[in-house]
T-cell receptor, first 115, second 114 residues
Framework: SAVISQKPSRDICQRGTSLTIQCQVD?????MFWYRQQPGQSLTLIAT?????????ESGFVIDKFPISRPNLTFSTLTVSNMSPEDSSIYLC????????????FGPGTRLTVL | AQKITQTQPGMFVQEKEAVTLDCTYD???????LFWYKQPSSGEMIFLIY??????QNATEGRYSLNFQKARKSANLVISASQLGDSAMYFC???????????FGAGTRLFVKA
């Protein structure tokens, strides 16, 4: 199994600013993902973080708004840019190991409030 | 395109009784995986159980079992002997071939009554 930590755990930000969320996994993983969970909603996949290359974004999410980095096999960041109150959500980092498809782990989430 | 459907927004169950949470899915991939997660009010996502599309037997993990009916494209979660601590949101999820991404259903909120 893998243990995932995220920083910060929560933040309150002003409209128009940006926040970078860090995700650290305690072991090397093949795939890392970023999800958003809006209040009272399910999880929506934002993008797959690819090591050393541009992330793969899902429909409705763009790099300019949610730039993602993944410099190595255990670390990724998600930036929420030019925030608006609609960005208030929980952002979750997730990871899977190649060949072990029966496990997908989640971080504790970052609870973001935009005023 | 893949799709996961959970049609029960909320469910009530008496403590110590069994409860079934419904999940249906749609995919054209012959190989896929199905997950159930529990999300308590604390917000963490707790993995409960996994079923691979080629698994011959239904998955079980303690009090959790997955009733997998491939022809009907359903993957219902059965919780036996419900406990008050089972009160939470439950999400059904499906991963595509190779596990490149996982999508989630809308969730079912379970309330366990004493």
């Amino acid at each position: 199994s893998a243990v995932i930590s995220q920083k910060p755990s929560r933040d309150i930000c002003q409209r128009g600013t940006s926040l970078t969320i860090q995700c650290q996994v305690d072991s090397q993983v093949t795939m890392m993902f970023w999800y958003r969970q809006q209040p009272g909603q399910s999880l929506t996949l934002i993008a797959t973080a690819n090591q050393g290359s541009e992330a793969t974004y899902e429909s409705g999410f763009v790099i300019d708004k949610f730039p993602i980095s993944r410099p190595n096999l255990t670390f990724s960041t998600l930036t929420v840019s030019n925030m608006s109150p609609e960005d208030s959500s929980i952002y979750l980092c997730s990871a899977r190991t190649s060949g072990n498809y029966n496990e997908q782990f989640f971080g504790p989430g970052t609870r973001l409030t935009v005023l | 395109a893949q799709k996961i459907t959970q049609t029960q927004p909320g469910m009530f169950v008496q403590e110590k009784e069994a409860v079934t949470l419904d999940c249906t899915y749609d995919t054209s991939d012959p190989s896929y995986g199905l997950f159930w997660y529990k999300q308590p009010s604390s917000g963490e996502m707790i993995f409960l159980i996994y079923q691979g599309s080629y698994d011959q037997q239904n998955a079980t993990e303690g009090r959790y079992s997955l009733n997998f009916q491939k022809a009907r494209k359903s993957a219902n979660l059965v919780i036996s002997a419900s406990q008050l601590g089972d009160s939470a949101m439950y999400f059904c999820a499906m991963s595509d071939t190779g596990g490149f991404k996982t999508i989630f259903g809308a969730g079912t909120r379970l309330f366990v009554k004493a």
